[in-house]
């Protein structure tokens, strides 16, 4: 009666023990001790089944070209882009759209399904655009792929700018992206901001700045960002993705300018391993954190995910498509470690990212779409100290991929040989 069964899954809202069912690559059915047959079972053995990562911030263009022409060898944003610029008359459709497909390889191996890519549309001949339009297609049968047209090197700033976003959304790029504070002048900034939302507007498409990426405390662009979201009416279809500059503001200031974001309803994305490597580089010490105000966000309603934003690029060597890394790094850096801020960190590369991308039929419930993702844990606390192993992939009810679990054998005398990293669990939940 059911095409699959997952049994005795524990879910991320705190059931434990339950079966799905899954019949024409939906979710029919979630329930205790599931009656009925099917032609696939997965058996869960009381660990964590969740629905899939969701990397709401990406850099799809540039993944995977580290070293491509040189390294970074400061490790700094103004040499990434330094490097990038370098980087793109040499890019050929090819070569991304084959480092492309590669890191999907590696996201769906790590049960991210959904990712909102950046392409940067600041090259006369558009290949970026072209390249991701094509990955797009490839990789629809198992990930979503959303396309942000992002004028890198500034939307008033750079010659051509203007003309070159428009014709990118007309190439059927999805959302319209800016970056205000790379502008010559705040004014500048605030400038584009306008522009930008009114061309959403005018074309009915959502928005997603790159939005006051510096740790200058008067970087007011999220400000405009949320007067301009309610004048055109935008609630609900802005995200301000970095706000680093809120990290290093006024608090008198920051109490009001949250309310204006939770007013327009932008939804926050924070970037917690690209924040915390790339702001505070002209500190000494103390050194800032850099990552916006997440707890204060979420307090205040706002809602809230974490993106990866990069994965072996001109501006971070390392990551692995694995969103419990981006979740333990935002754990850390916010600092979010009570109990309630552990489990926050898990939904904010889960339903708070698929919230911000705006997706439908995702989650754990009756009707959704089948994508699950099945993880050596017990619960999202343990998944995020874990960066858990994904021992299966579920796409529509079709297993995309699987793992071994992750066991390791001992040779000592007197303890147990064979140890499962998932079997250390806290002396009680409080
Ligand atoms: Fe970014």
Redesign the pocket.
Known sequence: MFDGLVRNANLPDGRKGVDIGIRDGRIAAIEMALPGEAATVIEARGQLVSPPFVDP???MDATLSLGLPRMNRSGTLLEGIALWGELKPILTVEAMVERALRYCDLAVSRGLLFIRS?VDVSDPTLRTAEAMIEVRRRVKPYIDLQLVA?PQDGYLRSPGAVDLLARSLDMGLDIVGGIPHFERTMADGAASVEALCRIAADRGLPVDM?CD?TDDPLSRHIETLAAETVRFGLQGRVAG??LTSMHSMDNYYVSKLIALIAEAGIDVIA?PL?NITLQGRHDTYPKRRGMTRVPELLAAGVNVAF?H??VMDPWYALGSGDMLEVASMAAHVAPMTSREGLRSVFDAVTVNAAKAMRLDGYGLHVGAEADLVLLQARDPIEAVRLKANRLAVLKGGRLVASAEPRLSTLRLDGRPERIDEAAYAPAAEA
Do not use: T
Request: a negative charge; hydrophobic letters at 20%; charged letters at 15%.
């Open positions: 911030h990406f850099h950046h992002f790159h990426e993705s970095h970037n690209i993106g934003d990069c």
